[in-house]
């Protein structure tokens, strides 16, 4: 099996569609999507249309718990607050209903995880070694059999190795999966990088050669960026894509 994993969203309709149109050369099985389809952009219900026509199995992100109004935003920063609440506005009763419905984890086919933030809580961020540390016990506590896990939140292509009982930042187009060892890969955002390169970044995970690889491609971010301010959000938002952060 081929998957493509993406995860941020964040409302880019501009990215998610030339991400469907990128991958007809890859030859995918399967599109799993980390959480976070909604926010920041002006494009909710679109990009959440999309997710529900494709059959793209999906996770919950933060955003989406607060856009589906299963939590408050009182903890976000000023900027992804005021989205939220446009997003809560804009997003049709039916969208709403999906994205309150989406599981906070994912078992895929029992050959990997799918979650957003930590293992155990959607809003935590995966920061470095220790945190992964603490992730791969999770992982074990929740499946011991389970070897590789996706996560988002972060929004940077990044890699962590658990191997004899040291674990390691990676940071490279490709991972090879070996048997003995724990990976928690993050494949990046599809809507809003944070990188420092404007590119939309997704993973594949190639079971049958148990190889991961990252990629890049470019989208219309004028486009999206317009959109941003035509919609009254935030003009930082629409001066972030264009940076990558």
């Known amino acids: 099996m081929r998957y493509a994993v993406i995860s941020d969203i964040h409302s880019n309709l501009e990215a998610l569609t ?16 980390l959480g976070d389809v909604v926010g920041y952009n002006a494009n909710p219900n679109e990009c959440v249309e999309i997710i529900r026509k494709n059959r793209i199995q999906c996770v919950m992100g933060n955003h989406d718990s607060r856009a589906a109004g299963l939590e408050g935003a009182s903890d976000f920063n000023l900027l992804a607050a005021n989205a939220v609440v446009w997003t809560m506005e804009a997003l049709t009763p039916e969208n709403a209903a999906f994205l309150r419905a989406l599981p906070r984890s994912l078992h895929i086919d029992r050959k990997f995880l799918a979650i957003h933030g930590w293992v155990n809580n959607t809003d935590r961020y995966i920061m470095g070694v220790n945190d992964a540390g603490k992730n791969f016990e999770l992982m074990r506590a929740l499946d011991k059999q389970a070897s590789v896990c996706f996560f988002g ?74 959109k941003i301010l035509a919609a009254g959000l935030p003009e930082r938002l629409a001066e972030r894509l264009r940076l990558g952060w």
């Open 18 to 33: 030339s991400f469907l149109e990128e991958i007809k050369a890859l030859d995918i099985d399967k599109t799993v999507c």
């Open 153 to 226: 939140h972060t929004h940077v292509p990044l890699s962590y190795v658990e191997s004899d009982g040291v674990i390691d930042a990676v940071a490279g187009a490709s991972v090879k999966v070996e048997k003995g060892s724990s990976y928690l890969i993050n494949p990046g955002a599809l809507g809003q990088p944070r990188d420092r390169d404007p590119r939309a970044s997704f993973a594949v995970f190639d079971t049958k050669k148990s190889l991961i690889t990252f990629h890049r491609f470019e989208y219309d971010i004028h486009t999206t960026a317009g």
